[in-house]
């Protein structure tokens, strides 16, 4: 618990978070920043629930073991996506969306 | 100690031991037997798809974390022949192009997991074990997208399978934290005995809700889906259309008619709109494909629409229809997917074009081919009648009548493309159509199976009589 601010400042700092991460996966032109913009996601539901289960639930520790699934999965996943980002670059040499658009509609 | 509640995990188990087995055999197998590992691999699965009939009781692990029942138990076995089906249907093209690149193992390990992935989540009694066997079944197959690593489409797949899933996810975690704000609990027990109607909750609904489209590939959550049938290997199309999408109906299905069921009033509006939407996109972006494996996409997003009016009505009539209706898409569909891999791998050619005049040279396959298309489209004779009329049937119990008149319409749409396929086997005539060829025994036994699941799915009622008595367990 941090003293001075309430559960409503936080939690409105993870919304503006993970809304920000949707903005940047849909806008972003490069595919690493793209991926960026997912971890975003992911860390604002981190804070999320570490925050919701000292708030609101101190008693049990769901929240938090959660939020140590969710950092691990997190980081096996961008090492998935990273080394498939790698193969397609080997291929194309680039890592820009729109080199990546032979197949369409 | 006890360890014999343990058993209750048995299919995990057994599809551990295989992988595991895999490894090792991967180790002391020599350089010039590696395609014997294929052979290998489809036995001692075929073992676990065997054995997962034996009967399994019903109860909770893990203090209510992993649960099953006999409705679940059916389910996986469900999975297991599909997964079976697709092994067979796949053993040529491993032979062919993936055991010289000494990349068998490979292959079998990251199904297996991904399998296995499904299993945990299908039988996931919270929210983090749910969270943890959704990842698992699906990181693997954004690898399993990306195996033709020489080739350029299949990476671009794999990078738009991983990006789209973790943004699935990512957007599902928001919405269970916002569950976890307002009950207080990540087990479905305990939520479901505390969910209350308030925006918060409602949101993570939402939020929750369409993480789990992704997988599906409902629409507006459907881009992915064409995209990533066509590049990644047909094999894994396959998967992906059939055993991926059904697990992930299933454990939406569970949630919605037990976890939300306060929520019925907003989430019905929800799947009513989706409902609508997916059926005519699907189905009118499937009118102007001229590739197999897209125009596959598109028509199993269809098929994904039509599942929705099953579970629209939240009883247990609509969640027996959905099951079967499952069971039917998974024979009806593989058989489809099992001719197009056999076609393009002898050939390498995947068009529509390419088709006609199929039946001259290769009446034996035009024929499943046709099977399979009338049992998607939901012609009589074959068990996709069945399955279409039981969800209109369940939905209509509800009076959704509006909704089961569009569906209608779509399933006349439908029947038009599907019928495209059909005449350019059939009617067609083509100076260079494709010549004869006898596929391998494993593509032959693979293709035996969707036809005598199509068969005999639509002949023999009693099976839908189990499955609708199964259902109670989730009511």
Redo the contacts between chains.
Sequence with gaps: MIPGISIYEILTLTTVL?FI??YG?ITRKN?IS??IS?EL??N??VI??VI??KY??PD?L??V??SI??IA?AA??AA??IS??I??YR??SSVEVKD?E??K? | MDFSSFLLMRHELILLAITLLLIIAEIFIPHHKKSNIVHLAIFLFGIHTVLGFLGLAESSLFGGMFRTNEMIHFFKNVLNVGVLIVLLQSADWLQEKIVEQQRGTEFFVLLFSSLLGMYFMISAGD??MF??GL?LST?PV??LA?FE?SK??S??????L??SA??A???S??G???L??TT???YFNEILEVISVSNLSILGLILFFSGLAFKISLVPFHFWT??VY??SPISIASYLSVISKGAAVFILMILLFTVFKPLMFVWENMVYVIAIATMFIGNL?AL?QQNMKRFLAFSSIAQAGFILLGIITGDQLGFATVVYFVLVYVFSNLAAFGVVQAISLQTGKENMKDYEGLYRTNPKLSLVMMLALFSLAGIPPVAGFFGKFFLFTAAASKGYYLLVFLAVVNVTISLYYYLLVIRAMFLRKSENSIPFFASKLYMRIGLILTVLGILILGLYSPLYEYIFELSSNFM
């Design positions: 993970f991460g949707v996966f595919l793209i991926l997912v996601i992911m604002a539901s999320n629930f919701i289960n609101l639930y049990m769901q929240g073991i959660f699934f969710i999965v096996a996943e998935l996506a498939i980002i193969n397609l291929q194309i990546t032979i197949m509609y | 929210f983090l969270y943890l990842e990181l954004a690898a990306a690593v350029r489409i990476s671009e797949a794999g990078v738009k991983i990006l973790a943004l996810s990512g957007v975690l928001f269970i934290s916002m976890y704000a207080g609990s990540i064409a995209d066509e590049g972006f102007r």
